[in-house]
T-cell receptor, first 112, second 112 residues
Framework: GNSVTQMEGPVTLSEEAFLTINCTYT??????LFWYVQYPGEGLQLLLK?????DKGSNKGFEATYRKETTSFHLEKGSVQVSDSAVYFC???????????FGTGTRLLVSP | SQTIHQWPATLVQPVGSPLSLECTVE??????LYWYRQAAGRGLQLLFY??????ISSEVPQNLSASRPQDRQFILSSKKLLLSDSGFYLC???????????FGSGTRLTVV
């Protein structure tokens, strides 16, 4: 079946540190991949996406590359800010379907 | 413009009481609509989705039901709430064909 596995949190970093949140997936065919962010008390917002292998999604300094050979879509940011503190969800949309399968989320805490 | 509205934002209900959460979408027609639940400290669970008026698909058997009385309206209901129904409920839709959801701001339900 289709599934997404994210690293356990929380991830605790100091401001300006480098961020990596790992995400791997299992899917048949060629899914689209997404990262969503949830700030405290809010709904989810689409952060970035990639629709085919080797695509790189980017937004607000965050990047993730669709790696089919390793079935991964790791989220990275070169220098995090306190305002990046949130929960990050990796998700996939299976080929031909319009339903998203989410990972369990990774909480990021950035301290000044 | 295309927007999604969800209300109420917070709700505290006693066990055994009924529930009605509403979600509406503006600026589009015949959208796919989704209800997700996020339990405390857990990931997102798809509850229901709808591809059109009167068409509801249930992903998990539970104490909840959904209805779609109008093209851009999606309602989540329960006749008798359980403590385990507490959580953060999110409505979502897919704008366009680029994939990915747009989420409402969510309803935090506490059953006491």
């Amino acid at each position: 079946g289709n599934s997404v596995t994210q690293m356990e949190g929380p991830v605790t970093l100091s401001e300006e540190a480098f961020l990596t949140i790992n995400c791997t997936y299992t899917a048949t065919g060629y899914p689209s991949l997404f990262w969503y962010v949830q700030y405290p008390g809010e709904g989810l917002q689409l952060l970035l996406k990639a629709t085919k292998a080797d695509d790189k999604g980017s937004n607000k300094g965050f990047e993730a590359t669709y790696r089919k050979e390793t079935t991964s879509f790791h989220l990275e940011k070169g220098s995090v800010q306190v305002s990046d503190s949130a929960v990050y969800f990796c998700a996939l949309s299976p080929t031909g379907f319009q339903k998203l399968v989410f990972g369990t989320g990774t909480r990021l805490l950035v301290s000044p | 413009s295309q927007t999604i509205h969800q209300w109420p934002a917070t709700l505290v209900q006693p066990v055994g009481s009924p529930l009605s959460l509403e979600c509406t979408v503006e600026g589009t027609s015949n959208p796919n609509l989704y209800w997700y639940r996020q339990a405390a400290g857990r990931g997102l669970q798809l509850l229901f989705y709808s591809v059109g008026i009167g068409q509801i698909s249930s992903e998990v058997p539970q104490n909840l039901s959904a209805s779609r009385p109008q093209d851009r309206q999606f309602i989540l209901s329960s006749k008798k709430l359980l403590l385990s129904d507490s959580g953060f409920y999110l409505c979502a839709w897919i704008p366009g064909t680029a994939g990915g959801y747009t989420f409402g701001s969510g309803t935090r339900l506490t059953v006491v």
